[in-house]
């Protein structure tokens, strides 16, 4: 194996013709450099120097080698300053992928300060729901997923034990009825007075979850309307077209419009992190990244 730290001693020696002069120009020794050169040479198989009492010239292959060092010296000095860079912040790229009301409500503080402290680290934005967004994170299409789950639906901690999980916040669910609906008013509702609405769901996981609170209190509710969208569920509470449940964090962004936001009881609640794999939390554009979403989230 050619090591760097030989290339330069030879390239040294070729420019100033002699291992003590090299010494000097390297600040080390004349028999550390002749050490590293038949290092080199036992390392290449082949002899790259030819010493006489009167000069000290390269062989054909340590002409070659050296021709050859020049290039690979300067890139290993691009690489290290490349390096250097995104390990102090200077470059980088972070992949963040994030549900919708994430995406409207957490990221855009965090990427705004990220920005503000680090000019030159650059982010991408994708919206995904999880799971999709974990399953992201574990083929190496994002580097940092702003997920949920709820605390009823079970699979606890392992469901993320292969991840580095940093918790932001708990988001409550509220209910949203129509403005003229019964209960528009009141402090609070309870789930089993919404038993004979029509309702209207969310994605997929909270879908899930509307479907096992509503069966908690007993029983199965009627799903007219699903859409991922949450202005388009206010839309259609706010016409009248049934009842829906929303997270706090979503309601931060869209303004209700013919719609009232009511507690919920008893209460759900999803909790609201951000994920990562362990060998990316030690790159310091991740690292920051996740720090912003983590301030961003106690705002």
Same mark, same amino acid.
């Given at each position: 194996?050619?090591?760097?730290?030989?290339?330069?001693?030879?390239?040294?020696?070729?420019?100033?013709?002699?291992?003590?002069?090299?010494?000097?120009?390297?600040?080390?020794?004349?028999?550390?450099?002749?050490?590293?050169?038949?290092?080199?040479?036992?390392?290449?198989?082949?002899?790259?120097?030819?010493?006489?009492?009167?000069?000290?010239?390269?062989?054909?292959?340590?002409?070659?080698?050296?021709?050859?060092?020049?290039?690979?010296?300067?890139?290993?000095?691009?690489?290290?300053?490349?390096?250097?860079?995104?390990?102090?912040?200077?470059?980088?790229?972070?992949?963040?992928?994030?549900?919708?009301?994430?995406?409207?409500?957490?990221?855009?503080? #965090?990427?705004?300060?990220?920005? +503000?402290?680090? %000019?030159?680290? *650059?982010?991408? $934005? !994708? @919206? &995904?729901?999880?799971?999709?967004?974990?399953?992201?994170?574990?083929?190496?299409?994002?580097?940092?997923?702003?997920?949920?789950?709820?605390?009823?639906?079970?699979?606890?901690?392992?469901?993320?034990?292969?991840?580095?999980?940093?918790?932001?916040?708990?988001?409550?669910?509220?209910?949203?009825?129509?403005?003229?609906?019964?209960?528009?008013?009141?402090?609070?509702?309870?789930?089993?007075?919404? #038993?004979?609405?029509?309702?209207? +769901?969310?994605? %997929?996981?909270? *879908?899930?979850? $509307? !479907? @096992? &609170?509503?069966?908690?209190?007993?029983?199965?509710?009627?799903?007219?309307?699903?859409?991922?969208?949450?202005?388009?569920?206010?839309?259609?509470?706010?016409?009248?077209?049934?009842?829906?449940?929303?997270?706090?964090?979503?309601?931060?962004?869209?303004?209700?419009?013919?719609?009232?936001?009511?507690?919920?009881?008893?209460?759900?609640?999803?909790?609201?992190?951000?994920?990562?794999?362990?060998?990316?939390?030690?790159?310091?554009?991740?690292?920051?990244?996740?720090?912003?979403?983590?301030?961003?989230?106690?705002?």
């Amino acid at each position: 194996m050619i090591e760097a730290r030989h290339l330069r001693v030879l390239r040294a020696v070729a420019a100033t013709g002699s291992f003590s002069a090299a010494a000097r120009e390297l600040g080390c020794t004349q028999p550390a450099v002749s050490q590293q050169m038949k290092v080199l040479e036992a390392s290449v198989g082949t002899t790259l120097l030819i010493r006489t009492s009167r000069a000290m010239r390269l062989t054909q292959a340590g002409e070659a080698l050296v021709r050859h060092a020049t290039g690979i010296l300067s890139g290993l000095t691009a690489a290290e300053e490349e390096v250097a860079a995104i390990a102090g912040l200077r470059a980088g790229r972070v992949r963040l992928v994030s549900f919708p009301s994430g995406s409207s409500t957490l990221v855009p503080a #965090a990427l705004a300060a990220l920005r +503000a402290a680090h %000019p030159g680290t *650059r982010v991408s $934005l !994708v @919206d &995904a729901e999880p799971p999709r967004s974990v399953e992201m994170l574990r083929d190496g299409d994002c580097d940092v997923a702003l997920a949920f789950r709820y605390d009823s639906t079970g699979g606890g901690a392992e469901e993320w034990d292969d991840l580095v999980v940093r918790p932001l916040l708990t988001d409550r669910l509220v209910g949203l009825l129509p403005e003229g609906h019964r209960l528009a008013g009141a402090a609070a509702v309870s789930i089993a007075d919404l #038993a004979d609405e029509s309702w209207i +769901a969310g994605c %997929p996981r909270c *879908r899930h979850q $509307l !479907v @096992d &609170a509503c069966e908690r209190a007993g029983f199965t509710p009627r799903i007219d309307f699903a859409t991922d969208d949450y202005p388009a569920v206010i839309g259609l509470v706010g016409a009248g077209l049934g009842v829906a449940f929303l997270p706090e964090l979503a309601m931060e962004s869209v303004l209700p419009k013919a719609a009232r936001t009511v507690t919920v009881e008893p209460a759900v609640r999803r909790e609201i992190v951000a994920l990562t794999l362990p060998d990316l939390a030690r790159v310091p554009a991740v690292a920051a990244t996740l720090d912003q979403l983590e301030r961003a989230a106690s705002r």
